[in-house]
Nanobody
Framework: QVQLVESGGGLVQCGGSLRLSCAAS????????MGWYRQAPGKQRELVAD???????TYADSVKGRFTISRDNAKNTVYLQMNSLKPEDTAVYYC???????WGQGTQVTVSS
């Protein structure tokens, strides 16, 4: 099992930006698709973005053009740059290592209207 730790969440105004980070306990990113998911109260967890081992990103329609996922395999870290944030982006954001079905604890993102 691998350990994932998210950071970078917080409270921002509508239209603001945040950068989330996810650090792993071991050198696993080079062999696993990494993803960012989010879950709002009363809602099911949904995929926000993922990135292949080769660096190819995929985004949910709701965040296309606003969010950017990236990875640094040497540092065992994946990032989510979130721009033009909207109140509907408010959720707990989770990091996932797909090949290991491993999840982080989550970091809260709150966007005020």
């Amino acid at each position: 099992q691998v350990q994932l730790v998210e950071s970078g969440g917080g409270l921002v105004q509508c239209g603001g930006s945040l950068r989330l980070s996810c650090a792993a306990s071991g050198r696993i990113f080079s062999i696993s698709v990494m993803g960012w998911y989010r879950q709002a109260p009363g809602k099911q967890r949904e995929l926000v973005a993922d990135i292949t081992t080769g660096g190819r990103p995929t985004y949910a329609d709701s965040v296309k053009g606003r969010f950017t996922i990236s990875r640094d395999n040497a540092k065992n870290t994946v990032y989510l740059q979130m721009n033009s944030l909207k109140p509907e982006d408010t959720a707990v954001y989770y990091c996932n290592a797909r090949a290991f079905n491993s999840w982080g604890q989550g970091t809260q993102v709150t966007v005020s209207s």
